[in-house]
């Protein structure tokens, strides 16, 4: 897809998305423009006949040509308009409008919230990271395997009436974040036939390459070397090797920041011998989400030559039950000498991520991050639309919720507490890898504390949230892409 900044007069658009305040008067210029096109039939309809009056998400759409539609979108209340319902409106008004859109360019209109609660406030440069992100997020469909002659839209445009070099650089960071957001959907939603370890590991090359970034590749034998025995048991069921991925993007500069990003990479997770029910298994695809999202970012941060040093980590594996699969009572030995008795192998998540964990340690790097679809524990209690945040550094965790906020995406602290310990208590090794119901988020945090240095480690548990099965103000059911917005603009903050 094709992001341009255009002037009003400028556009070429065939289908143009402006936007209206609740029982607000004031015109912009782009709707000043569009109406005289109209020749006042737009603002008749708007301002006499009171079609539409700006509510939350609703929508008006108008013709007024054979070439040019319009359709203008409720933003509500300005006072109550937060960054995250900007987001909404903006998705919901893209969906409704590309199949209105003759000539593939689509066009949204520039605009700014100035407020002192700075969860509403966003000037120009934000407002253009938020639309191309939200606009995305709205025309998303995976249609690869569907016979579909579903128009597509092929070039967004965000019109204002001049066009600043801040503008221009957060339509950069947007464009490039959208992308990173799309990558992981699509390759979420390919089938588990299709994305194997191998698979995933070989797109990895392919990222290096395009992007000139450093590779290693780890096959089960160098893994073995590596001493990532806890990590290879999980993978040791199913006919797909294990692969494990160290992914480097260095500035042309001295790094600002050194950061190792982990994405929690089960390609499929069948529950192993602790074998899930039918209906379980049905998004066990996306349990490589967490692996998928760093890939995603890793691009985009490389597009837009940040000052840092990044490094995605990322141990892929199917969690398969067969004559090889490891079992309940088998005792392994991570790669820094810690112990784990196996008390369920459907919590294998957190198996591949102590390996890959204590890989990062010998890594020099500031800060880790790892993101992964962890427990059914963080459903119950956060739901479907909450990132339960966990970590050991209590300054990089308010950092983190703060600058999630302002990117429009919903998250919560949660307790690692040395309680916890008990809960995994093992009579024969260090540690069990699962401690029962009871703060199951928590304890499985808990768990992947024991396996890392960092005294900057965060956690991000996204279970609940990475896919979902009812749509919500903003995403259509599938992955949503969560958690890219939020690493971006704390990557490059």
Known sequence: MNFVTEKIEQTKAGLIICFMYEDESKKSELFEYLNKLSNNELQKQI?????????????????????????VAGLGKKESL???KFSQVVANAARSAKTLCKNKIMALEL??????????????????????CAARIGLY??????????NQIETLELIDTAVTPEVEAGAQIGAYT????????????????????????????????????????????QIKELKMNAFLAVGQGSVHEPKFIHLIYKPKTTPRKKIALVGKG?????????????????????DMTGAATVLGIIQAIAKLEADIELHIISALCENMTSGSAYK??????????????????????????????????TLGVDEVIDIATLTGAVIVSLGTNITGVMGNNQKQIDKFLEISKLSGENTWQMPILEELKDNLKSEIADMKNTGGRNAGTSTAAWFLS????????????????????????????????????????YLLS
């Open 47 to 71: 301002y006499e006949f009171k079609t539409i009056k700006g509510a939350f998400q609703e929508i008006f759409k108008y013709s007024i040509n054979e070439k040019l539609k319009v359709i």
């Open 82 to 84: 937060t960054r995250q």
């Open 111 to 132: 605009i700014e919230n100035k407020n002192d609660n700075i969860y509403c406030a966003f000037d120009k440069k934000e407002a253009a990271k938020i639309i191309l």
């Open 141 to 150: 469909e995976f249609s690869k395997y569907l016979k579909t002659d579903k």
């Open 178 to 221: 959208s992308f990173a957001m799309k990558f992981t959907k699509d390759l979420v939603n390919e089938s588990a036939q299709i994305v194997t370890p191998d698979y995933v590991a070989n797109l990895a090359s392919q990222i290096a390459h395009e992007h000139k970034l450093e590779l290693n590749v780890f096959n089960k034998k």
């Open 266 to 286: 089960i390609t499929f997770d069948a529950g192993g011998m602790n074998i899930k029910p039918a209906a379980s298994m049905l998004t066990m695809k996306s």
């Open 328 to 361: 309940q009572g088998d005792v392994l030995t991570a790669m820094n000498g810690k112990t784990i008795e196996v008390d369920n192998t459907d919590a294998e998540g957190r198996i591949t991520l102590a390996d890959a964990l204590s890989y990062c340690d």
């Open 450 to 489: 024991n396996f890392t240095k960092s005294k900057s480690w965060l956690h991000l548990d996204i279970a609940g949230t990475a896919y979902i099965d009812k749509s919500n103000k903003e995403t259509l059911s599938g992955p949503t892409g969560v958690m890219i917005r939020s690493l971006m603009n």
